[in-house]
């Protein structure tokens, strides 16, 4: 296979997975890491090769990657994609797309315009759980599609990572709306929502959770539980140190004539010793053989493979738009305290 090149933008924790996972694969190679932190970007080529950044114009002019990989954070990937687009470098950018609808459309008209691809972050798309109840929606195996719940909780840990940058809505919750649109490709009339207030509010003035209703033309509903309010306990444990947390997360579609539930609490695997009960994520980004496996290879690959042979990714940014479109409703829903309409 013809190798490929590849630079990263944003060298924490998911520009890192990422970097790692591209690592690993034999064909790409790690050519140059970028980060505002400079220190960040160092600790990431130090691991897996190239040279760091604190400029994204430079390592661009520098280096020309085939391929870059923006994991900055989610208000700050439009310089970083049109940049790129305009260097001729195909594009990997994470999820959320964007925070508004204007950064997501000049980044949609940037790499339209210098032809190159561009792929959103959607890893649960690369889940193959999440993707077999795709295929049997797909497959007419449910009838006529009536709804889908999807709960997702992680540890209140996250919420204190970020600091109140951001809520979970826009950052964990856009998961599932992908989910909910991806299985049911419609038009999306209106999105209700409501934050709860706990010990994030108090420190962050962030809500700690929400509850979001999308109503569909057709009369369906994709329902989403979501937030950062699971005790710092949930995934406390240290050992073995391939047992990486994860949360509560379920996700159930129901049909005129089926339905399909998935139960990640656990991912199939828990174990109790003397650091109490553990509930490992086995789907995302596990460790296996001294590498990351899981969702997370299969989406880089699947960028890869459709950079390689020039085919549209499964997750384009006219996806990601519509995601954030969703997300960005249900903010305003909270914000101003009614029913937010709107035509996708």
Known sequence: MEEISFAVVGSGFMGGVLARVGYELPYARCVAAMDVDFG?????????????????????????P???????PESEH?????AASQKGSHI????????????????????????????VGHILRFEVNYAMIQAA????????????????ITPINEAFRLEGRVSPITYIAVH????FLW?????????????????????????????????????????????????????????????????????????????????????GLYGLDQEGWKL????????????????AKLEMEHFFECVLEGKEPLVTGVDGRRSIEIMIAAENSISQDRVIDLTL
Request: with cysteine; net charge negative; glycine share 10%.
């Open 40 to 64: 960040r970007a160092e600790n990431l080529v130090e691991l897996f090769g190239g040279r760091a950044y604190g400029n994204i114009e430079d390592m661009l002019n520098q280096e020309n």
């Open 280 to 295: 490992p994520d086995t789907r995302h980004w596990p460790t296996m053989n001294d590498k990351l496996v899981g969702a």
């Open 78 to 82: 439009r310089e970083a994609v049109i």
């Open 92 to 119: 990997l950018v994470e999820k959320p797309f964007a925070t508004t609808l204007e950064d997501a459309d000049a980044m949609i008209r940037a790499s339209d315009e210098n032809g190159v691809m561009l792929m």
């Open 183 to 267: 299985y049911h490709p419609e038009v999306v009339k209106s999105v209700y929502a409501r934050g709860i207030k706990g010990r994030v509010w108090e420190q962050f003035g962030t809500y700690d959770c929400a509850w979001i209703t999308m109503e569909y033309e057709d009369g369906s509903l994709g329902i989403h539980e979501v937030g950062w309010c699971l005790p710092e306990q949930w995934a406390g444990w240290q050992r073995p140190p391939s047992w990486g947390g994860f949360g509560d997360v379920q996700m159930n579609v129901i049909g005129t004539e089926g339905v399909l539930n998935l139960n990640f609490t656990p991912m």
């Open 137 to 152: 929606v797909v497959d007419g195996r449910i009838g006529r599609f009536l709804s889908a719940y999807a709960r997702r």
């Open 66 to 72: 085939d391929t870059v990989i923006i994991a900055t």
């Open 176 to 179: 599932d709306i992908d989910q």
